[in-house]
């Protein structure tokens, strides 16, 4: 075997087993999950052990669940889908116009996405107790949405400067309205930079758990939510709900990432650079 095939084969077993190395958490929980609680206990930890589906049985029985599921689906989606397109629009009027002050305004967008949720819970839980907002599904992704638009801003505009303002032009000469140019000429073009922002804010809407603790309620509750609360059963962790639901939540976000991963790298870099016209 020639030496610099050798070095191939050591190099890809060597990410495979970094890869297997940051897998094992999250493969130990899906396999936890199809285990008695008492083999999820056992020392040492048990590799062969009869599967079972009881866990999943009293997961699906909880009249709860099918509801904070479809809440998190939902409020993702929605918050993540208004988010990107203000955000598009946004970014275009910040690459083409650069109005004053752009990138002080670029600056303070990703100021603001900087701030914990700790810092500004109370004055948000005020303002949504005033105006009667709390527990409402449209109120709730509206404000994800606002959270979501200073990171996806920031990718888009990066994508936005990499097409060339030839394009534009060219629409204008040819009678091209600004609706054709924005929607048929650049937005083609910026795919890549659109699902990477969908998928970035996608996870942190299905991640977020303390604004939808606070101020969401009974019937915006959230797998997070869902997770915190019934952690703990009869006075210890009832790991076989904490395993089984985790497997459950954890299998949408790595669809996306394993359907989108050349999107997501390509959003990482803010952008490609393009050839002129």
């Given amino acids: 075997m020639r030496a610099g095939k050798l070095r191939e084969y050591l190099y890809y077993a060597l990410l495979w087993l970094i890869s297997l190395f940051f897998a094992a958490p999250i493969g130990w929980i899906v396999l936890s999950s199809f285990k008695t609680r008492d083999d999820i206990l056992a020392v040492p930890p048990k590799l062969l052990f009869t599967p079972t589906l009881e866990n999943y049985i009293d997961l699906f029985s909880r009249?709860?669940?099918?509801?904070?599921?479809?809440?998190?689906?939902?409020?993702?989606?929605?918050?993540?889908?208004?988010?990107?397109t203000v955000s598009f629009l946004a970014a275009f009027c910040f690459s083409r116009f650069?109005?004053?002050?752009?990138?002080?305004?670029?600056?303070?967008?990703?100021?603001?996405?900087?701030?914990?949720?700790?810092?500004?819970?109370?004055?948000?839980?005020?303002?949504?107790?005033?105006?009667?907002?709390?527990?409402?599904?449209?109120?709730?992704?509206?404000?994800?949405?606002?959270?979501?638009?200073?990171?996806?801003?920031?990718?888009?505009?990066?994508?936005?400067?990499?097409?060339?303002?030839?394009?534009?032009?060219?629409?204008?000469?040819?009678?091209?309205?600004?609706?054709h140019i924005i929607f048929r000429v650049v937005l083609p073009q910026v795919k890549p930079g659109l699902i990477a922002a969908f998928i970035f804010n996608l996870i942190f809407v299905w991640n977020e758990f303390l604004f939808?603790?606070?101020?969401?309620?009974?019937?915006?509750?959230?797998?997070?939510?869902?997770?915190?609360?019934?952690?703990?059963?009869?006075?210890?962790?009832?790991?076989?709900?904490?395993?089984?639901?985790?497997?459950?939540?954890?299998i949408p976000p790595i669809l996306f990432i394993y359907v989108f991963q050349k999107y997501l790298l390509v959003g990482m870099t803010f952008g490609t650079v393009r050839g002129e016209v």
């Fill in 63 to 84: 009249q709860s669940l099918l509801l904070q599921l479809s809440n998190s689906v939902v409020l993702s989606l929605v918050a993540v889908v208004l988010a990107v």
């Fill in 98 to 179: 650069r109005p004053k002050g752009t990138d002080f305004l670029m600056f303070l967008l990703l100021s603001i996405r900087m701030l914990p949720g700790p810092a500004v819970i109370l004055p948000v839980y005020l303002m949504y107790a005033g105006f009667g907002w709390k527990d409402n599904h449209f109120w709730l992704a509206l404000f994800y949405a606002m959270f979501s638009i200073p990171f996806s801003v920031w990718i888009l505009k990066g994508f936005l400067d990499s097409v060339s303002i030839r394009f534009d032009e060219t629409g204008i000469v040819n009678g091209g309205s600004w609706f």
């Fill in 212 to 250: 939808n603790f606070i101020i969401g309620g009974v019937s915006t509750q959230n797998i997070p939510y869902a997770l915190a609360v019934g952690t703990y059963s009869d006075g210890g962790l009832n790991w076989t709900f904490i395993s089984s639901l985790t497997t459950i939540y954890v």
